[in-house]
Nanobody, 113 residues
Framework: QVQLVESGGGLVQPGESLRLSCTAS????????MRWYRQAPEKQRELVAT???????TYADSVMYRFAISRDNAKNTVFLQMNSLKPEDTAVYYC???????WGKGTLVTVST
């Protein structure tokens, strides 16, 4: 079973940036697509960004041009760089490895004045 551990969440003001990290246990990380999801209070979990094993990326319309997903296979880590944060970005952010249906426990991002 792959273990995923997210980090990097916190409280920021609108317009600021954060970088989330997700580190996976085990081997063959480089063979798997990785995703970031988020879930805001009283809302359904939504897909934010995907990076394939050959580093093609896709984004939700709501974060396009503000967020960037990347990966470092040598460190078994996927990142989510979040810029120009808005209050509506407030959510718990989850890392996901869809091939094995593994999820992290999430990291809370709060954007507020």
């Amino acid at each position: 079973q792959v273990q995923l551990v997210e980090s990097g969440g916190g409280l920021v003001q609108p317009g600021e940036s954060l970088r989330l990290s997700c580190t996976a246990s085990g081997t063959f990380f480089n063979l798997y697509d990785m995703r970031w999801y988020r879930q805001a209070p009283e809302k359904q979990r939504e897909l934010v960004a995907t990076i394939t094993r050959d580093e093609r990326t896709t984004y939700a319309d709501s974060v396009m041009y503000r967020f960037a997903i990347s990966r470092d296979n040598a460190k078994n880590t996927v990142f989510l760089q979040m810029n120009s944060l808005k209050p509506e970005d407030t959510a718990v952010y989850y890392c996901n490895m869809p091939a094995v249906n593994s999820w992290g426990k999430g990291t809370l991002v709060t954007v507020s004045t």
